[in-house]
Each structure stands twice: as structure tokens, then as C-alpha cells.
């Protein structure tokens, strides 16, 4: 049985320190060792009219579930087949119009070997990720990927470290090729990505998000002070629109144009708000992106936005306040 070794943390920084230098190695060797095989991989994936299919066993499988998920949020269609799974019936996944790519360290797993002749076979093609060139698998591939390592991380050299990051790197590196040649931008990756930051920000519109029919706090051209009050704080919004009977807008009267005519002298109560309104308010249309609405306010330093049709007239409105709650901002 192994003895436990007492826990020092300079010695705890070292080892620390000599793994991530191992790995970071590792993953710097890949680009030195980088061939015609890579862009050879490339084309294939390109000309597959099928689907990537990502198989492996063990940590390289592991690697190969992150690759295959990579590539299908990237704009390459991709799943995850165990290798073992496949030998018992996960095998009908694949077909002639697919791409198959096998992770294996030592490129002799038998579990991948096994189903190496059946995928061949149906016609699929095969690219093999190992750290052995002259490994079976290896041979038996239409394109090898050398993602050899000098040496694992792990101090008995035999623990996947160093080979699965650099696996992973490697995996990356493909992904991030075919996403440029496919021309997949931000647009694209939110339409993968609904629930992100990203997909928020670039799927949502500003008639997602504003606010319409009687939750505008809307007020007549011949409204007094204190009727645009009643109407601003059931609004909620921050200000009440000023807008003609055929729902033109004329202005808004915000909070601060409230503190600007508190700030002067006499009753403001009575005042006529086309008076205090500000005039010619910022506006945007109802199909721009709700992050133009937001850039829109924190170029200008406001707060609240009119939407309005391409014929000025008014559709609704929005505040910072309702960005933050659709998680635009």
C-alpha cells in the first residue's frame, strides 16, 4: 500500500507547476507536427454529406463527447457514439454519408478496432486522432491526426494528461477551422446557442421586449403636470408619452425633465406639458435588436426609448429596466 506524503505547499505549487508546463508543451509540440494530414481532414468533414461522428473510450472519449459537442454548436453536425456501444448495436447510427472520427492514445484499443472493419464497411470515412503513428488504428484510417505527447503530466507517466489536452486541443483546432470555413458567425451561434448571453443579445428584437397597448403611460398634447404624474407612476416606466389622437408622439416627460421644472420657480402643476416635454425623443423601430435598443440608450445616456412604425407612429416603448429583466443586458 502507498505511503501518504506529507502535504507542503511549496511542494504542492511545484508539481503544480510542472504539470502545466508538461501540458502547455504538450499542446505547443501539436503546431510543429501539423501536416498535410490536417487540411486533408478538413476537406473530408467539408465534403460529408452526412454527419461527424465522434467515437473513443476511456478519458480520450471523454475528450471526443467535448469534440463532437464543439462541433455541432460550431456548425458541423456532430454526436458522441461510444465505441463500446457501438459494437453492441450504436453501429446503425453511422452511415456511408457520414465521417467518422477515432480518439485513442495508443491507437490499439480494442473496443475501436473492433468496429474499424464494420464502419469501413458501410462506407463512412475515418479519421483517426492518436499519439502513435504507426498504431493499427492509425493505418487503417483515410487521414491520420498525430496528437502524440513526449510525456503524460502524471509523475508515473501514466495517467491521461498531457495526451488528452492535447487531444482536446487538437479537436479544437479542427473545430475552429471548419467554423471559419463554413463562414458560421455570431448570428449562427446564437441560433446554437438560444440560452446563452450571446443568443439573448442577437435573437432578441425590440418587440420582444417593449412594452404596448395600455401599459404605454400615454397622456394628450393638453395634459396638465399632475395628470402626466398619476399616468407615469402607474406606467412604471419613467416618464409619460405625450402622443397626438392618431398616436403620433410628440414628446415624453420624464423624471428629469420633472427635477429640471421643480428646480425652477412658481406651480408647475397646471403647466401645460407641451411646455416641459422634451421634444424630438430618441425612437427605434420595432424590429431592430433589443442590444441596438441597449446601445441606442447607453450611447445617448437615457433611459427609456419610443418604438415607433416606419410611419412615426407609436407601437410602444421600453426602458432599460425591461432590458435587464430579458436578460439583454
Known sequence: MSRPVPFSPEDCLTQARRVLA??????????????????????????????????????????????????ASTGTPAYFVHAAEAAHGDLGMITSADVVIALSH????????????????Q???????????DSPLAREADVHLDAGVSEEACPLNLAPTASTTAALALGDA???????????????????HPGGALGRRLLTHVRDVM?????LPLVSPEASVSEALLVMSRGGMGMAII??????????????????ALAGTGDIRHTPLTELMTRHPRSIGPDALAAEAAALMEQHRINQLLVVAPDGALVGALNMHDLMQAKVI
Open 174 to 192: 479542427l473545430a475552429v477551422v471548419l467554423l471559419d470555413a463554413r463562414g458560421f458567425g455570431e448570428a449562427d451561434f446564437a441560433r446554437s
Open 22 to 71: 508538461i501540458e502547455a508543451a504538450a499542446v505547443a509540440a501539436l503546431a510543429g507536427r501539423l501536416d498535410a494530414s490536417f487540411p486533408r481532414a478538413i476537406e473530408l468533414i467539408l465534403a460529408a454529406q452526412g454527419r461527424v461522428i465522434v467515437t473513443g473510450i476511456g478519458k480520450t472519449g471523454h475528450i471526443g463527447r467535448k469534440l463532437a459537442a464543439t462541433l
Open 211 to 215: 412594452r404596448s397597448g395600455a401599459a
Open 123 to 133: 462506407g463512412a470515412r475515418l479519421i483517426a486522432m492518436t499519439g502513435h503513428p
Open 106 to 121: 495508443s491507437g490499439s484499443s480494442s473496443e475501436l478496432l473492433t468496429i474499424v472493419p464494420l464502419v469501413k464497411r
Open 243 to 260: 402622443a397626438d389622437a392618431a398616436a403620433h408622439p410628440e414628446g415624453i416627460f420624464t423624471d428629469g425633465d420633472l427635477r429640471r
